[in-house]
């Protein structure tokens, strides 16, 4: 009971002197919008990439620009690899269309799947395929598969990238 006592009897003289000890600012000093865009222009990381790493530049109805070169029709790539790929179409995206991953090591994360212009959801064959071999799978449209494998690529993580092309509409 006397030590509570005594807590109490010295709790105000704390918060006194915590009070005390609390710098005031007449004038806050907040960053610069200029200093901030100047910084950002320094530490631009999208023009930084490697130049043995896989970048999307660009694609149209057909093909993909990757690191400056113009590839026709359907890519896979795996990490810093990017290789043709059969299907033309959505309906081929089948198990023996993506066995590749069966041999790929390391185990990519994650397969995102580019199914061209608008979004369609995998067979479950492909979907049973590809848990079983321990990825994860998404599917977008091919614009962004492509944009998500440039941010995932640059950040040092193992993923995969089947894209149909652009114009690809079934």
Same mark, same amino acid.
Request: proline fraction near 7%.
């Given at each position: 009971?006397?030590?509570? @006592?005594?807590?109490?009897?010295?709790?105000?003289?704390?918060?006194?002197?915590?009070?005390?000890?609390?710098?005031?600012?007449?004038?806050?000093?907040?960053?610069? !919008?200029?200093? =901030?865009?100047?910084? &950002?222009?320094?530490?631009?990381?999208?023009?930084?990439?490697?130049?043995?790493?896989?970048?999307? @530049?660009?694609?149209?109805?057909?093909?993909?620009?990757?690191?400056?070169?113009? &590839?026709?029709?359907?890519? !896979?790539?795996?990490?810093? !690899?990017?290789?043709?790929?059969?299907?033309?179409?959505?309906?081929?995206?089948?198990?023996?269309?993506?066995?590749?991953?069966?041999?790929?090591?390391?185990?990519?994360?994650?397969?995102?799947?580019?199914?061209?212009?608008?979004?369609?959801?995998?067979?479950?064959?492909?979907?049973?395929?590809?848990?079983?071999?321990?990825?994860?799978?998404?599917?977008?449209?091919?614009?962004?598969? =492509?944009?998500? &494998?440039?941010? !995932?690529?640059?950040?040092?993580?193992?993923?995969? =990238?089947?894209?149909?092309? &652009?114009?690809?509409?079934?």
């Amino acid at each position: 009971m006397a030590m509570r @006592q005594k807590s109490m009897a010295t709790l105000p003289k704390l918060i006194q002197s915590m009070r005390k000890e609390v710098p005031k600012h007449s004038n806050p000093v907040l960053p610069s !919008l200029r200093r =901030a865009f100047s910084l &950002y222009d320094q530490i631009n990381l999208i023009d930084n990439v490697p130049e043995d790493q896989l970048r999307f @530049q660009e694609f149209n109805e057909t093909s993909f620009t990757v690191n400056g070169v113009k &590839y026709e029709g359907s890519l !896979l790539c795996v990490g810093n !690899l990017l290789m043709s790929w059969s299907p033309r179409r959505f309906s081929e995206i089948t198990p023996d269309s993506l066995s590749i991953f069966q041999t790929v090591r390391p185990i990519p994360e994650l397969l995102i799947v580019g199914c061209g212009r608008d979004i369609h959801p995998v067979t479950p064959e492909v979907r049973q395929f590809v848990k079983s071999i321990g990825m994860k799978l998404e599917t977008v449209d091919s614009r962004n598969a =492509a944009s998500t &494998y440039n941010i !995932l690529n640059e950040e040092g993580r193992v993923v995969a =990238a089947a894209l149909l092309p &652009y114009g690809v509409t079934s």
